[in-house]
């Protein structure tokens, strides 16, 4: 079948007019931007042009709600990228409600405008894209959702301005925002992104910052990127990403070169056990 007959297939099994089917699949050629690839057949298509069409389909009776099960996951990064966009856009126009589901985190990120994270049938936290990485709700969300640094943490007292001081393994103690319900004794983790962190050979100690020393254990490159892993004592290990933003190739750091970390007290989330 032609790009215009799938598409058309479900209004035509449904006894459709055939004038009413050809208004109809224009439209959604048109939302989709195939209307120039109308009398083309799959073989002559591109990936992404053949998951256009299938969305077509999908949405040519104009339903409530389109359920999507990881549509993008047998395509290359660029093109799944350039289709997030695609999708984006196609649910602005069309204006119902898509229901994706992914094991791509970043494809979460990106698409949603409310994310649910899900464990054992179980939703553990339901909320915006923002909320969702920036003050993961515990500690499955906040291993799951990108990288993270999960710290074993207890509370050793509380201050009256809604922080804590709170005694980190590995690091010693610094002060952190206090949760509802917080109290002194209570074990937990302090969730804190890599992106958050400051990585130097030399820091300033400022009072609003906790403040490490450490040693450079491995690094990963990644493009735009770098992730220095930093042991700190007790064999414990930070992850911290810097921008790979200064001219040249050289690595700013090397294995077992003596580093200071340092992160603002509100930069993470302290998770109770």
């Known amino acids: ?6 598409i058309a297939f479900p209004l035509k099994m449904a006894g ?5 089917i ?13 209307t120039q690839f109308g009398s083309r057949f799959p073989h002559e298509l591109s990936g992404g042009q053949r998951q256009r069409v299938a969305i077509a389909r999908a949405l040519v009776d104009r339903p409530r709600l389109l359920l999507l099960d990881e549509p993008l996951s047998a395509l290359d990064a660029k093109l799944r990228e350039e289709m997030q966009i695609e999708l984006i856009n196609l649910q602005r126009e069309v204006g119902i409600t898509f229901v994706y589901v992914t094991h791509d985190q970043g494809e979460a990120l990106a698409l949603s405008h409310r994310i649910a994270v899900m464990s054992a049938g179980s939703v553990e936290q339901l909320d915006i894209p923002e909320t969702i ?11 799951f959702i990108g990288q993270c640094n999960v710290l074993e943490s207890e509370i050793k007292s509380l201050n009256a301005d809604g922080t804590m001081q709170i005694e980190i393994r590995g690091c010693g103690e610094m002060k952190a925002l ?3 319900g917080a ?7 302090l969730a804190l992104r890599p992106e958050k962190i400051k990585l130097d050979r030399e820091l300033p100690d400022l009072p609003d910052e906790a403040y490490f020393k450490g040693k ?10 770098t992730i220095y892993i930093v042991e700190v004592a007790d064999g414990v290990k930070i992850e911290a990403m810097l921008p790979n933003s200064a001219p040249g190739l050289a690595k700013l750091f090397d ?5 200071e970390i340092a992160w603002r007290f509100d930069a993470g989330s302290f998770l109770v056990e």
């Open 1 to 6: 079948m032609t790009v215009r007959d799938n």
């Open 16 to 20: 459709w007019a055939a004038d009413r």
């Open 22 to 34: 050809a208004t109809q699949v224009d439209e959604l050629l048109e939302d989709v931007r195939l």
């Open 133 to 143: 990485y920036s003050y993961p709700k515990n500690r499955f969300v906040a291993d």
């Open 178 to 180: 206090a949760p509802q």
């Open 183 to 189: 109290q002194p004794g209570q074990k937990g983790w």
């Open 216 to 225: 450079i254990h491995d690094c990963l490159y990644l493009g735009d990127v």
């Open 255 to 259: 294995d077992d070169d003596l580093v």
